[in-house]
């Protein structure tokens, strides 16, 4: 059977006006005739409680899948990797048509999630690397729209909000998280700061997919849950020993997947129920967590009982602080301390050191890109890395940044910052415009980031059935004539400079 004809793209405002079980929120209108209560689609309200639409069905709506795409497109967008954000403007470019696609084989049970791609990026400091999976765009779109759904069950909902976990909650994020562990921090004397160990390649997935589905009576829902958490892999091969680090059996989550925050929180609930105990706070963000206690010794005990439950629920870990202190850390909270990538003190927040250097490292980068690609001015306009895409690149760095830690109180430090990157857009002008001078005018228009007519794909079929053009006998004519004429002018003037110089030899 065909699929019907594709619908037109919803607007932001249409969405807004959409909940999430695909049903219009406008309330009920009045009819002005007969003072009837009509719903927007000219039916009459039932009486009774109304059953919500089922899960799976909601999966498969438009306006669920459009909600979930503009997510999934905002931050393929904002992602610095080139070819994750060229393949979110390919999908853009047919959005509706696929996005069809997709609802229609999820309503026939045919959606197939297609391999995705493992990149092994490097850490930094020699520090290992970390498995990212880089899956389609029609996947991440249906993971997205499964975790929004998921996050609507009141069940899930109840375990994901209750004010300690802020990893991966939809009203939470680290804003919030840093304003919990400030006020915890405020109230408490002593603080121990780590995080669990591989947490995302450790956490046993079948158990964690159970905790979700166990929330609702939904086979056929419960099922494609079930196959958007398993990670395959089209790369496999290609890895090499960074194979062993993907999460390609029964065990661990992928990192990268929408859905992979929701099953670690789920996993977790009831080691936060334990950790919130018994005069102890304990604020997590997916893998990170702080205890903040009302002293050293109420806060290594703490500690213990963490270490203790996690190797009860799978190969799980966290570090330690006197055994670790570049993973962990301990001490007064009035001394201030490190989380999630800020320096928290009774007094501010600000970046922390290692984040700061992070943006001027990502910075440089950039630039250092540029520079090595600057030597083949045509291979840099193909890659887009001229100096329009270097300026481009490097302010999505700052922008992304920026908002990460717009929180902070610091604002001396970040002005600090801008004159540090102002010093280095102009030692990055300087050098590219001195290379820009040594080359000719069109290789200087392809490395500015101006296109060149001559650079445009040529149609050759055209070309092929186009005859060069025959001269006429007139124009063969008017060139003789010419070219006659110059001969003529030429040895004219070598006579007239022999005679001369005959006669000067006479005398």
């Known amino acids: 059977m065909a699929p019907p004809q594709v619908s037109r793209t919803p607007s932001p405002a249409a969405l807004a006006m959409v909940r999430s079980d695909g049903q219009s929120s406008r309330l009920p209108e009045a009819d002005s005739q007969n003072g009837r209560v009509e719903l927007t689609d000219g039916t009459l309200p039932s009486k009774g409680k109304q059953r919500s639409k089922p899960l799976y069905r909601r999966l498969c709506t438009h306006a669920n899948l459009w909600r979930a795409w503009f997510v999934v497109q905002q931050n393929g967008k904002a992602s610095r990797s080139a070819r994750t954000r060229a393949e979110i403007s390919e999908f853009a470019a047919s959005a509706p048509e696929q996005i069809h696609k997709v609802a229609y084989a999820l309503s026939h049970s045919r959606y197939v999630f297609s391999p995705a791609r493992g990149v092994a990026i490097p850490k930094g400091s020699g520090k290992g690397k970390r498995p990212v999976v880089m899956a389609p765009v029609p996947n991440r779109i249906v993971q997205r ?30 804003p919030v998280a840093i304003e919990a562990a400030l006020r915890a921090a405020r109230e408490s004397t002593y603080f121990v700061r780590t995080d669990i160990k591989a947490f995302f390649v450790n956490v046993p997935r079948e158990q964690a997919v159970a905790l979700i589905t166990r929330e609702f009576d939904e086979p056929r829902f419960a099922e494609i849950v079930r196959r958007a958490t398993i990670t395959e892999l089209d790369n496999v091969n290609q890895l090499g020993r960074d194979r062993d680090l993907f999460p390609l059996e029964e065990i661990g989550v992928a990192q ?115 520079f090595s690609m600057a030597e083949s001015p045509r291979e840099a306009a193909q890659k887009r890395a001229t100096y329009v895409d270097v300026l481009q690149s490097v302010s999505l760095v700052i922008r992304g940044w920026g908002n990460s830690y717009a929180f902070c109180t610091d604002d001396r430090l970040m002005r600090d910052l801008d004159r540090k990157i102002d010093e280095r857009l102009k030692h990055f002008r300087r050098k590219f415009f001195r290379h820009l001078d040594r080359l000719n005018a069109a290789d200087q228009r392809r490395l500015f ?32 004539t010419t070219l006659g004429s110059v001969i003529g002018a030429a040895i004219g003037s070598i006579s007239g400079a022999l005679d001369r110089g005959i006669a000067a030899k006479g005398t």
């Open 145 to 174: 729209a499964i975790l929004d759904i998921l996050q609507s069950v009141p069940a899930i909902s109840a375990t994901l909000n209750r004010g300690v976990n802020f990893g991966g909650i939809a009203e939470a994020g680290v």
């Open 449 to 480: 980031g101006v296109y060149l007519l001559d650079d445009c794909n040529k149609s050759q079929p055209i070309r092929e059935l186009v005859r060069p053009m025959k001269t006429s006998p007139k124009d063969l004519l008017g060139k003789a």
């Open 256 to 370: 990268g997947s929408a859905l992979s925050p929701l099953l670690c929180n789920l996993f977790l609930d009831e080691f936060d129920r334990r950790m919130n105990a018994r005069g102890i706070r304990c604020i997590r963000y997916i893998d990170d967590f702080i205890l903040f206690a009302p002293s050293r010794e109420r806060a290594m005990k703490a500690l213990a009982g963490a270490r203790k439950y996690l190797s009860s629920i799978g190969s799980l870990d966290c570090y330690d602080p006197v055994e670790n202190p570049d993973k962990a850390e301990q001490g007064l909270t009035e001394n201030g301390f490190e989380f999630l990538g800020a320096h928290i003190r009774p007094d501010g927040v600000r970046p922390s050191r290692k984040a700061i250097e992070k943006l001027f490292t990502k910075i440089d980068e950039v630039f250092e890109t540029a």
